[in-house]
């Protein structure tokens, strides 16, 4: 299993980045699908997830209206639409793979190893 993270960077504030993760090494079609993050000194947090249809989305409250999850089981990628991005919004984010989605009661199965969000100017 593999889920390689691409789209971080440096913004400022206000602006927007689109996050992609690329997964392979499993059917990701039969997969929920999540983002999480972590910024330095604070625990792991769930941002959004999907399920493997695509048909349900769930975000936390602190990017609703902001976010957007979203994926592709064509081309085996899910995607994180961030705008109006906030220096609270700085962390790695990471993308994450599991049978049922179970909004972070129970870890992810399955985890990439991250890319870096700084929002900063």
């Known amino acids: 299993v593999q889920l390689v993270e691409s789209g971080g960077g440096l913004v400022q504030p206000g602006g927007s980045l689109r996050l992609s993760c690329a997964a392979s090494?499993?059917?990701?079609?039969?997969?929920?699908m999540s983002w999480y993050r972590q910024a330095p000194g604070k625990a792991r947090e769930l941002v959004a997830g999907i399920t493997s249809s695509g048909g349900n989305t769930d975000y936390v409250d602190a990017v609703k209206g902001r976010f957007t999850i979203s994926r592709d089981n064509a081309k085996n990628t899910v995607y994180l639409q961030m705008n109006s991005l906030k220096p609270e919004d700085t962390a790695v984010y990471y993308c994450?793979?599991?049978?049922?989605?179970?909004?972070?009661?129970?870890?992810?199965?399955?985890w990439g190893q991250g890319t870096q969000v700084t929002v900063s100017s």
């Open positions: 994450t793979a599991e049978r049922s989605y179970r909004r972070g009661i129970i870890p992810p199965e399955y």
């Open positions: 090494g499993f059917t990701f079609s039969a997969y929920a």
